[in-house]
């Protein structure tokens, strides 16, 4: 008699959990894009540092 090993998860999970993950990384990238707009249309000109450092603080 052979074994035959059935997976516990089905792989539908595991694609739903891609989307899932695909879904806030464009979230993400929107609302970061979104602070940067907002930090450059107060700060006009601003070096790349703080520029990360001011977004950082208004995304926490």
Do not use: F, G, S, W
């Not at 516990?8 to 602070?35: F, G, N, S, T």
């Not at 107060?42 to 001011?54: D, F, G, I, N, T």
């Amino acid at each position: 008699m052979r074994r035959t090993r059935i997976p516990l998860l089905p792989p539908l999970l595991d694609e739903r959990k891609k989307v899932c993950v695909e879904d806030i990384i464009k979230d993400r990238r929107y609302a970061i894009d979104a602070c940067v707009v907002h930090v450059m249309k107060r700060q006009k000109v601003l070096p790349y540092q703080q520029l990360v450092l001011e977004c950082a603080e208004q995304n926490v």
